[in-house]
C-alpha cells in the first residue's frame, strides 16, 4: 500500500494546494477549498474549531523534546 507523506509545513504554507495534490494522489475529484467550505455543514461541536484559523504557532515545536526522544532529530534535516 502507497504512503503519501504531507509536511506540516508545506500543508500549512500552502494549505489549499498541499490538499489538492492530496486529493489528486487519492484519486479524488479536484478540490476547490471555496465550494468545499461553502457546500458543507458541520453540525457537530467542531464547527468552532473548524472555522479557526490553520494552527502554525506548533511549527518545530517538537526541538524541545529532541532531547528526550532522540528518534525526532532524524526528521531535523527536512525542516
Known amino acids: 500500500m502507497p504512503i ?5 509545513e508545506d500543508l500549512i504554507a500552502d494549505t489549499a494546494t498541499g490538499i489538492r495534490e492530496l486529493a489528486e494522489w487519492l ?8 465550494t468545499a467550505a461553502r457546500d458543507s455543514t458541520i453540525s457537530t461541536s467542531s464547527l468552532w474549531q ?3 484559523p490553520v ?3 506548533s ?4 526541538r524541545a523534546y ?5 528518534e525526532l532529530m532524524q526528521f ?4
Open 76 to 79: 531535523s534535516s527536512a525542516t
Open 50 to 52: 473548524v472555522r479557526q
Open 59 to 62: 511549527i518545530g515545536r517538537w
Open 27 to 34: 484519486e479524488m475529484p479536484e478540490f476547490n477549498p471555496e
Open 4 to 8: 503519501r507523506t504531507v509536511r506540516y
Open 66 to 70: 529532541a532531547p528526550h526522544v532522540p
Open 55 to 57: 494552527y502554525t504557532r
